[in-house]
């Protein structure tokens, strides 16, 4: 009796590790192995002027983006004790009440994008520092990482969050 209850127990076990469950939910095609990342660009040297109507040039995507993935854009505002300051956009400022506000702000497609400042007044009046050389910094965050509790306007918190360091930003020129 013991070796039947020997026998039917080791079946048993056999059976159980032979048995396979319903296949699970089909990946993405084209994305086996692959580890879904963001990119991160930096863009230099913009400048806004009544010519180009306060618009940046537009930057193009080497390959066009996740219909469902964010994209995020700070400016440098500014520099303390060698630490950058990143301001998420859009970005208002107040500091000319004698004019009025204006704002720093962009717009994107899968396939590009670009910046371009807003006001309530004749932008030509402002001093260079805000309308010449600005630096921005672009984040392509994949749907697939969001997190309702994320706070997206610090960009250090999101570059940390997606695993990026500065070797991973890349430096973008307009599209010509």
């Known amino acids: 009796m013991k070796n039947l ?6 079946l048993g076990i056999f059976a159980f590790f032979a048995c396979e469950g319903p296949p699970g939910p089909p990946g993405i095609p084209g994305q086996d192995g692959i580890v879904i990342v963001g990119e991160v660009f930096e863009i230099g040297n913009v400048n806004f002027t009544s010519a ?3 618009q940046s040039d537009y930057y193009e995507f080497t390959v066009p ?3 469902g993935d964010k994209l995020l854009a700070y400016i440098l505002w500014d520099v303390v ?3 950058d300051v990143w301001r998420a956009l859009p970005q208002t400022n107040f500091e000319f ?3 009025g506000i204006f704002m720093y702000n962009y717009d994107f497609t899968r396939f590009d994008f670009s910046f371009f ?3 309530n007044f004749d932008l030509s009046a402002l001093p260079s520092e805000f309308t010449r050389n600005q630096v921005f910094r672009v984040v392509v965050f994949p749907a697939d990482l969001a997190n309702a509790r994320m706070d997206f306007s610090d960009f250090n918190n999101v570059m ?3 695993g990026k360091t500065e070797k991973d930003i890349v430096q973008l020129q307009p599209r010509q």
């Open 117 to 119: 400042m807003d006001g």
């Open 97 to 99: 009440p004698q004019f």
């Open 52 to 54: 180009n109507n306060f």
């Open 160 to 162: 940390e969050y997606m």
């Open 81 to 83: 004790d060698d630490t």
């Open 65 to 67: 983006i996740e219909p």
């Open 5 to 10: 209850f020997k026998a039917v127990m080791m």
